[in-house]
C-alpha cells in the first residue's frame, strides 16, 4: 500500500515583522537580510498563541482539503522543536484541542528536518494499513527561542504551521503510484555545535535560545542535502530531471539556489516562501506546499521532492506523487 497525501493546510499567525521592524532594536539592515538570505518578513505568534494552536488551524485545513473530519483522524504526529509544554506532546494536545478520538498521537524531534522524519514514521503506519487518517504537521513558534540580541540568527526564523492528510491508496507498486515514493534520512550527532539550543530540562532547566555558527552550517546544507535528495530519488525508482516540483526546507534562498545547481535542477520548480515566511523550521516544508497548491502550480498527479536539514545535525528528503 501507498500513504497517499489527500490534503495539505498551513497556518500562519496575523502579526508580519518586516527587516525594517526587526531594524528599529536589532543592529541589522532590510538590505544585509535580503542579500544574504532573502528574506523580507516572517510572522509571529500572538503572546497567547501556542504552537498547539497553530497546528490545529494547518491541521483543520487539511482536513477540509482531504474532504475529512477531526472523528476520521486515528494518527497524529507533530514535528516541532517548540512545544508548548515539556510534557505531553504537542499531539496529544492537538488531538484534544480537535476533538479527535482515542488514536495514536506523537511528537518527532529533528528540528527542521522534523517534518520529513515525522512524514517517514507516518509511512510506516499508513502503507502497512495501521492508519487510515493521519495527520501529519510541523509546526513552530521558533520566535519564541530567539536571543534579540544575536543579529546573526534572529532575523532568520518565523513562526508557524503546516500539515498533510496521509491515507492508504493502492497502486502498481512503482513510481507512476500517488503517494510517498522514497526517502533518505539521516544525522550527525557530532555535528552539534553547529547548531543547537542551549538550553534545557534536564541541563540547566531553562528554554535557552538558539545557537549557531551560520557559515558552517550553509557550507553543510549544499553538499548533504543535494546527497539526500539524490538517495530518496533512487530509494523511489525515480529520475531527477523527471521532478515537477522541489520543495525545499526554506532556510535560506542561496541555500535553495545553491542546493538546485548542484543537482542540476531548473530554478522555475523550486517553491520558495523564505522571503515572506523566514526559516519556520519543521513548518516551512507543507507550508510551501500548501502555498504552492493554493495559487495553483502544483496539482494533483505532481512528482515532488522535499527535502530539510536542521539541528542535530538532521536532514533527509523524501519523494511523493501527489
Ligand atoms: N545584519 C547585519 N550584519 C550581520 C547580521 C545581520 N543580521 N548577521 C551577521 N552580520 C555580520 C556579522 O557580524 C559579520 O560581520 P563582521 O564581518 O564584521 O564580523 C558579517 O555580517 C558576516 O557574517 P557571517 O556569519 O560570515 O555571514 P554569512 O555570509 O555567513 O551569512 C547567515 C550569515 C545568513 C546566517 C548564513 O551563514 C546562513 O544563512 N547560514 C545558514 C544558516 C541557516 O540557515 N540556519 C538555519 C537552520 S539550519 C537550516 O535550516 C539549513
Known sequence: MRSVVTGVG?????EVLTNADLAKFVDTSDEWIQERTGIRQRHRAAPDQAVSDLAVEAARRALEAAGRTPADVDLIIVATTTPDLTFPAVATIVQRKLGAPVG?????????SGFVFALSTADG???RGRSKCALVIGAE?????????DRGTCVLFGDGAGAVVLEPGEGRGDASDRGLLGFALRADGTKQDMLYVDGGVSTNGQVGHLRMQGNQVFKHAVINISEAVTAAAEDAGIQIADVDWFIPHQANQRILNGVASRLGLD????ISTVAEHANTSAASIPLAMAQGIADGRIR???LLIMEAM???LTWGACTLRL
Open 10 to 14: 498551513g497556518y500562519l499567525p496575523d
Open 104 to 112: 495514536i498521537a506523537f511528537d518527532v524531534q529533528a528540528v527542521c
Open 125 to 127: 503506519f499508513t502503507a
Open 141 to 149: 513558534t521558533m520566535t519564541r527561542l530567539m536571543d534579540w540580541s
Open 267 to 270: 530554478e522555475a520548480k523550486v
Open 300 to 302: 494533483r498527479g505532481d
Open 310 to 312: 536542521g539541528g542535530g
